[in-house]
């Protein structure tokens, strides 16, 4: 067969994995043998989560596998390098020195056992919840991320990129037949949508419970009523914007703080407009202007990792020391698992600290709590 009619039919094939999931296994089996690889994978890196996830993969050892969801899956290159540009292929060179990778665990304990030594690794998405990646391994004999790869692997990327995508948005579609309210009533966030005026035309139980305690909000005539004047003002200004259609006020989050007057407690509430869009639609259905979304102050979802490091001009480096001390532990465990010196790690906490202005590790994992948002901007 022709490079050209083997291309064509993988194409195909690639679309066909688009509507029916379980052919992605053959398809990236395909896309294997395309590229001249070994091990091939559809990955999601969440922002809710330290590790990477895989979706699908193909050529990968049952066994090694597991032991990646396990373990290593949080100490590999995508779970501590910020992602690249969408559609941009590059191998382990392109996200972190190659000799620090292979001094790091994931080469010594995981890659190099099943003689792995570099992967050709591709942004699918982008995007407030997380990344999508599609990655390609080479074992010695194949050798490294060459051009070649390169080449045949950016002839499938774009439709491997379109194929995720209709794929989640067929799952989106399917799931948007649950109920709205049981949805927002299996949330552990207190969630209430409210109108111009301020009253409440729906809470969920989270936020029903919320109310019935009245330590943070309640409810006076069905109004929502705040007992800190700044989340007074805020919830008052940002519903009577997203009201009138000021969209300079009423098309972003607004982030307050919440503290439980009983036990010191610290919450945050996001105020999220309805004010256009799928928004606006999910508005109009409940009469509302705005949802308020309340949850405890804790790190749950941190955003993306890049946006943290142009914040405080971090480089990759200190960045990747950084999520090492959030998702892995202290000086000695960063180390180990990046197969660096203590001290070098200690002279990129140094940078950190003077950078962002926090004395101790504690700090930092605060500091990137801080960047906690559960909706989309």
Known sequence: MSHHDKLTELITAIYDAALDGALWPEVLSEIVEFVDGRVAGLLTRHSTKPQVAVQWQAGGDPHYMRLYADTYSRLGPLATSPPGPVERIV??????????????????????????????????????????????ARDAEGGMVDQFMQERLALVLPHVRRAVAIGRTIEFKQAETATFM????????????????????????????????GELLRSVGGRLVAGDAQ????????????????HAAGSRSIVVPLRRPDDGEHYVAHMLPLAKGARGRAGESYAAAAALFVRKAELQYPSPPEVIGQTYDLTPAELR??????????????????????????????????????????????????FAMPLAS
């Not at 099943?114 to 919840?129: E, N």
């Not at 001290?343 to 926090?358: M, N, P, Q, W």
């Open 231 to 246: 989340v007074e003002h805020s919830l008052r200004e940002t519903a009577a914007a997203a009201a009138t259609g000021d």
């Open 182 to 213: 049981d949805v927002l009533d299996g949330l552990s966030v207190g969630v209430f949508l409210i109108d111009a005026q301020g009253r409440v035309v729906h809470a969920n139980a989270a936020g029903d419970d919320m109310l019935g305690t």
């Open 91 to 136: 191998g382990i060179p392109g996200l972190m020195p190659y000799e620090e990778f292979r001094r790091g665990r994931f080469f010594r304990e995981w890659a190099e056992p099943q003689g792995l030594i570099d992967v050709a690794v591709a942004v699918l998405d982008k995007s407030a919840g997380g990344c999508a990646y599609l990655t390609v």
């Open 321 to 370: 020391v950084l999520l090492g001390i959030v998702q892995i532990g202290g000086v000695p465990e960063v180390a180990a698992a990046f197969g660096i010196a203590d001290t070098t790690v200690k002279t990129h906490l140094g940078r950190l600290y003077a950078k962002t202005g926090t004395a101790r590790q504690a700090d930092l994992v605060k500091l990137v709590a801080g």
